[in-house]
């Protein structure tokens, strides 16, 4: 193997050791055992509210430090620092989600929300490396490749803890619950132990001698941060890009992370919906090395806009969906796009940027996807509330307040189509990479 071809793999291969978060923890696990065990005997619609709300601190976290964070890596040249800082800070608040006890659902939202603040902030510096192990004519596909063996990844591990879960003597456990929060712990030694291939195998272009001191770097961070402001008003195509991407990207994320927990409003059975998830993610692997072709044969805005156009029609259909089978064949159509439409948009934005500030442009890319992360759960939490308050009666009985749970359950999910509109009229206005290069 090369030197590039290690480089390209190794960058890939962050992308097998952080899924395994996204999948068994964000979607997976901590959404049922948030509602089944951490919130025993709460609301529906308020443990979906409570956890929500978990999802949006931590993205507004996120999203506050991602910017300035990003223009430190590019001064200091330590975007790997940063990767790794924040990737094992993900890894051991996972760790930790094996220590909270029952019913103590705050201290769960507090590690989950570390968790999500690790994994956002690594892949701040994850997606700024890019540039530098792709030449422009291979990043749509180098960005796929990295998708791909995310789903892989991350499916592999989570179809090992769904059997964990399903059958816990086989693997010397007392119970379900024990082998999730074995399964937290699990993940966590996954993720710490394959970021060592990017550690070791990706280089960074160091084309500065020194690096500035904690002190001087913040400042010069938020000083460049303030010049980005600027340039982005010059760069209109990545101005406008940023816009869309901030709206279809919050639904792609919001249904990441609440789908489990819509269908656990709903009532349907957990094993059920872990099964969906095991779908997407095998069904997502070669879906993304397929979308990355597409993307070269179409270009990357009109793939995006398919895939955008698919999650819209997911986005009706769960609002109206009465049964398991639907749910699987939703978890089909998403798996073929959801990791596509990240891996192009990722790509298509690396080519409008300035080619010598991709971390600190990449800052602003994943602030805006997490600003995306704050308004989604959020708004599924809000509307869900609402509706239920205003079809609330006074003395409901116990079968009323089922159908009013599913009726406000519905209008959540439904409330996130105005998002997947609104990134789509935008992309509609973004310019041709090709011509973004130059401030106008």
Not at 118 to 125: D, E, L, Q, T
Not at 206 to 220: D, E, F, I
Not at 247 to 252: H, M, Q, T
Not at 254 to 279: C, K, N, P, Q
């Amino acid at each position: 193997m090369t030197k590039d071809q290690k480089a390209v793999w190794g960058w890939a291969f962050y992308d097998w050791a952080n899924s395994a978060f996204a999948t068994t923890v964000m979607a997976g696990f901590f959404p049922v055992f948030f509602k089944q065990y951490w919130s025993h005997g709460a609301d529906v619609n308020l443990s979906t509210a409570q956890l929500g709300f978990g999802n949006s601190i931590a993205g507004l976290a996120m999203a506050l430090l991602a910017p300035v964070l990003g223009a430190m890596a590019d001064i200091a040249a330590a975007k790997k620092r940063f990767l790794i800082f924040f990737a094992y800070l993900g890894a051991l608040s996972t760790a930790a989600l094996y220590l909270v006890g029952r019913g103590e659902w705050a201290s769960a939202i507090l590690c989950y929300a570390l968790g999500v603040i690790g994994f956002s902030g690594a892949n701040v510096f994850y997606d700024a490396l890019l540039p530098s192990v792709a030449p422009p004519e291979r990043v749509d596909a180098v960005s796929s490749l990295g998708y791909a063996l995310g789903y892989l990844g991350g499916g592999l591990l989570f179809l090992l803890n769904v059997a964990m879960t399903l059958t816990p003597q086989t693997f010397g456990l007392p119970d379900a619950s024990s082998a999730v929060r074995l399964s937290f712990v699990s993940v966590a030694v996954w993720w710490g132990a394959f970021t060592v291939f990017t550690i070791v195998w990706v280089p960074e272009q160091t084309s500065r001698p020194t690096a500035p001191g904690a002190g001087q770097g913040l400042s010069a961070g938020f000083r460049q941060v303030a010049g980005t402001f600027r340039k982005i008003r010059q760069y209109k195509p990545v101005l406008v890009f940023l816009l869309a991407y901030w709206c279809y990207i919050d639904g792609v994320d919001t249904i990441i992370r609440m789908a489990v927990d819509y269908g656990l409003s709903l009532g349907f059975e957990s094993t059920d919906l872990i099964t969906a998830l095991l779908v997407v993610q095998f069904v997502g692997f070669p879906a993304a090395l397929v979308f990355g072709k597409l993307g070269h044969a179409w270009g990357a805005r009109k793939a995006i806009f398919f895939g955008i156009a698919i999650y819209m029609g997911v986005t009706v259909w769960s609002a109206m969906m009465t049964n398991r089978f639907e749910f699987y064949v939703m978890a089909i159509l998403i798996g073929l796009v959801q990791g596509g439409i990240q891996a192009l948009s990722r790509s298509y934005y690396s080519r409008l940027i300035p080619a010598d500030q991709p971390a600190e442009f990449f800052g602003f890319y994943n602030m805006l996807g997490k600003f995306a992360s704050i308004v989604g759960p959020a708004l599924m939490g809000i509307v869900g509330l609402v509706v239920r308050r205003a079809l609330m009666p006074a003395a409901p009985s116990a079968e009323e307040l089922v159908r009013i749970g599913h009726i406000a359950s519905r209008w959540s999910i439904a409330s996130i189509l105005i998002l997947f509109v609104m990134g789509a009229v935008l992309l509609y206005f973004v310019e041709d990479p090709k011509k973004s290069r130059s401030p106008d």
